[in-house]
């Protein structure tokens, strides 16, 4: 008898070690997203010798990032939502021609309605945790041409193609939104729907998880600043 308890005592701490150890609170980022930002050269041939060129950086104060997915959990469909304003990149504007320079987001630090599942995300689903995968990456191969020049205060529609990077695999997306300028502000707001399956994510196998959906919507609403 006194065996058996001891067997059970013991199973229940290492069952409450693994709990804790799982659903530790999540890392602090490695470096700033501005650096990884910064270090995304853009595959696009654009006009440098223009000299009207204006730069907008993005604000993390006024942007967010997010990532919508469907679920059934506990047997009712249930929709995961994260943010993050872990976001940066710099925005090009030259007469009728804008040029992303690149998109870094800190996969780390994307928060949900629940501290579990943001550190089932980052350790298991993303891998994020692992400084090759902390950062989410997206860089343009070409710029958007408008048929004219973008006008304060007038929001145009627009796509931008691209290679995503998430979880070391790198895959090509498109972002279709829309753009405008507000006195020294630019304001783009964008979606793509992509496949987890693409980049490898895969979910843990959990009783009360019965379903995740392969498709995944990421919405980004920026707000750059003009550089000074």
Do not use: C, H
Request: net charge neutral; hydrophobic share 40%; aromatic share 6%.
């Amino acid at each position: 008898m006194q065996k058996t308890i001891i067997t059970i005592a013991v199973t229940i701490i290492i069952l409450l070690a693994g709990f804790f150890y799982f659903t530790r609170p999540v890392s602090a980022p490695t470096q700033s997203v501005d650096t990884v930002a910064e270090k995304l050269v853009p595959n696009t041939e654009t006009n440098t010798s223009a000299t009207s060129e204006k730069v907008y950086r993005i604000s993390q104060a006024k942007s967010e990032v997010q990532f919508i997915i469907g679920e059934v959990l506990n047997g009712a469909p249930f929709t995961a939502v994260g943010n993050t304003n872990e976001v940066a990149g710099d925005i090009s504007i030259s007469g009728n021609q804008i040029t992303l320079g690149g998109l870094a987001v800190n996969a780390k630090t994307f928060k949900t309605d629940s501290s579990r599942r943001d550190g089932a995300i980052v350790r298991f689903i993303l891998r994020s945790d692992q400084p090759v995968n902390e950062f989410i990456t997206f860089k343009p191969t070409q710029p958007i041409t408008l048929g004219t020049p973008l006008v304060d205060g007038k929001e145009v529609w627009v796509t931008v193609s691209g290679n995503l990077t998430v979880s070391g695999v790198t895959k090509p997306a498109i972002f279709a939104g829309k753009i405008k300028i507000e006195g020294d502000n630019l304001i783009v707001k964008g979606n793509s729907t992509v496949k987890r399956s693409d980049f490898g994510l895969k979910i843990p196998e959990l009783s009360f998880i019965a379903s995740v959906d392969d498709e995944v919507l990421i919405s980004v609403s920026v707000v750059a600043e003009m550089a000074k």
